[in-house]
Nanobody, 129 residues
Framework: QVRLEESGGGLVQAGGSLRLSCGAS????????MGWFRQAPGKEHEFVAI????????HYADSVKGRFTISRDNARNTVYLQMNSLKPEDTAVYYC??????????????????????WGQGTQVTVSS
C-alpha cells in the first residue's frame, strides 16, 4: 500500500509563496494520478489540484487557478504544489492523495479520489493577513 508524506507547510504572510512536497513509497508512483486537497477549520475537505500519472494533464479548483501549480517528478516519487499569491483563505491542512487505480483519466480519478484514494497525514499552511 502506498504511503504518502507531505512537507513544506508553515506560516506565511498574505501575498507570499510556499511549495509543498509529497513523497510516496510502497507503490508504483509513476502509474498513479495524484492530487492535493485541503481542509480549513470547521469545513469539509476541498479539492485543490490534480495531475495525471505521466504529468500530461492538470486541473485546478477555481479558487486557486492562476496562483497554484501542481507538478510531479516520477524519478523522485514526489508531487509538488507551488502556491503563490497566498491569501488568508488558503489557510488549511493540505493533504496529498494518490489514486487507487493506475493510469486513470483525470476526470475519472477526480470523481473518486476523495473517497477511495490514499491520503497522507497532511501539512498545515497558515496565511496571515
Amino acid at each position: 500500500q502506498v504511503r504518502l508524506e507531505e512537507s513544506g507547510g508553515g506560516l506565511v504572510q498574505a501575498g507570499g509563496s510556499l511549495r509543498l512536497s509529497c513523497g510516496a513509497s510502497g507503490g508504483a508512483f509513476s502509474s498513479y494520478t495524484m492530487g492535493w486537497f485541503r481542509q480549513a477549520p470547521g469545513k469539509e475537505h476541498e479539492f485543490v489540484a490534480i495531475i495525471t500519472w505521466a504529468g500530461g494533464s492538470t486541473h485546478y479548483a477555481d479558487s486557486v487557478k492562476g496562483r497554484f501549480t501542481i507538478s510531479r517528478d516520477n524519478a523522485r516519487n514526489t508531487v509538488y504544489l507551488q502556491m503563490n499569491s497566498l491569501k488568508p483563505e488558503d489557510t488549511a491542512v493540505y493533504y496529498c492523495v494518490s489514486d487507487s487505480q493506475a493510469r486513470r483519466a483525470i476526470l475519472a480519478a477526480l470523481a473518486d479520489l476523495a473517497k477511495h484514494g490514499y491520503w497522507g497525514q497532511g501539512t498545515q499552511v497558515t496565511v496571515s493577513s
